[in-house]
């Protein structure tokens, strides 16, 4: 059963980045798996987007596409991909740990009677077995995992691994599911979905996150001003004490009961560095901590740091920003 | 309306992890065990919804070993009504999602419900996902990261908001159906003297892997565990005064971190 299959999300009519990061991976992996690289897209007008995953190594792009799969509900995503990977027959699947992917992963795992991996930040084949490494208790330990059946799947977090442009055959073939809509129990009312244009944190390369040390909601401002001057790649986020006052909205919250992230750069305005905090963020690529006080915890964990008034070092790190984005 | 809430017992996010020599699983000894923070959210929203409907029982179902009814008797001083605790500690060892997923649902059988709820993750394995496998073994839908919940009087369905990436999305389910909670659903109570004293007195049912009659084997294997290369205290820029430093810091991620 060679071969590697990846679901490739697609939301507001993209392909999610995350997709073209798994795919790279199959890429390097295929050859200790053998087989092929293929990849499954699911929603309504999709087929267009096959090319880009060609693009990024699949040779085979398998499409399921019908105004039934305009919205993500998990049984009908997860019938139609059960069909697609019986039909492929991989050893492997990988998804992404998006919020969609940990939504769908465990679900398609169970139906097809398997176990899967979930939120890896590494993989590996080692005599034809995926070896997955993931953190536990929110970063403060490592595991490496395997499965004990063939499909393995597994789902990756988000920025764990480079995109690469390697073309892959890209042959395509639109696949008709036949959808057991008895099963299906549930139905989506409304998406009430944020007209930004940011990433969510566990995509974005570059967090701008603030704590307590913001003082209030209004201050924040600064923050997505730096965030923005980054570009489109980077948002902003906030510490638990932020967030209990009412500051940032809970999708904000990076951490032990927020979001785990691993930014390739983290700046922590105002924030201690409290371990539940540290959890979520300790992967990051590059942290930088400002902070006025220099005994906070952040600073042991922090590459550079800037011990000072944060609301007199943002401003002008922005300024600093511009000038050298030019 | 009857419920089941599925509750772990896990370390405080305070804990320090160390790794057992080895390298098998984490040391287990002077850590302080506590009800995973959503499972808290989980037995929370059961009991509001048995408040709201004036009648149901409310039943805690823990996979875990002997210390595990610690946090049962914290979820019964809440207000829950009784619990299941499948005290199996060598199956708890080996246990993967599935295998937990599997345990719980033969548990959950018995009983009688019209929503099961869990947490968003157990905050020590981080897997996120017993609630959709157990969905699987049992036939029913599963709402994940739940932040609102609304059930119809007739309680055969629920109109529930879910955190999506970018928002939220409301979605109507039938009922009996499975409910993960995210941070936000409510806020739980604490267990009150009174809570306490009665919970002593609430039965627990203590089974085996092997009286539900369970046979199934892990899905997945942890092959080595480590702990995260420490991270070294960086730079501190230095400067005449915080535009200085600003600078400083500007120039070493340009220059350095090659991040700008
Ligand atoms: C079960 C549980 C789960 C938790 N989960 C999370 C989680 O997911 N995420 C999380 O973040 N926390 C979490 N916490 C909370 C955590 O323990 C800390 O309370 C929290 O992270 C503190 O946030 P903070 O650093 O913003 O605030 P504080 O610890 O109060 O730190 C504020 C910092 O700002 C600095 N400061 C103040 N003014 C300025 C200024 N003008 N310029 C520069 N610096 C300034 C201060 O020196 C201080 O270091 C959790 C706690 C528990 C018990
Ligand atoms: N051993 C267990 N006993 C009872 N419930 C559990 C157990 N493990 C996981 N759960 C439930 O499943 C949720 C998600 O756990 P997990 O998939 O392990 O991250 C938890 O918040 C609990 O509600």
Redesign the pocket.
Known sequence: MPGILIYAEVQKGEIKKGAFEITSKAKQLVGDVGGEVAACIIGKDVEGLASELAKYGADKIFIVDGPEFENYVPEAYVQAFAQVASQFNPSIILTSASAQGKDFT?ALAARLQVGSISDCVDLSVSSGKLVAKRPMYAGKAYAMVEAVKEPQIASVRPNSFAIEEIAGAGATEKVAVSLDSSKIKMEVKSLELAASEEPDQTEAEIIVSGGRGMKGPENFKILEDLAHTFGPTATTGASRAAVDAGWRDHSYQVGQTGKTVSPNLYIACGISGAIQHLAGMGTSKVIVAINKDPEAPIFTKADYGVVDDLFKVVPPLTEEVKKIKG | MNTV????QVPDTETLIKINPEGTGIVTEGIKWVM?P??EY?VEEALQQKEKFKAGKVTI????PDR?IEAIRTGLAMGADTAVH?NDAAF?EK?D?YA?AA??AAAVKDLEYDAI??????I????????AI?GELLGLPVVTLVVKLEVSEDKTKAVATREVEGGHAVVEVSLPAIF??QKGLNEPRYASLPGIMKAKKKPVDVKTVSDLGVSVEPMTAIKEMSLPPARQAGKILEGEDAVEKAKALAKALHEEAKLI
């Open positions: 465990p | 809430v599925c509750m772990k995973c959503y499972d989980a179902v823990s996979l875990g595990a499948i708890y246990a999602p937990t345990a719980l709820f869990c947490g968003k993750q157990a020590d394995d981080d897997s996120g996902q017993v609630p157990l993960s909670a």
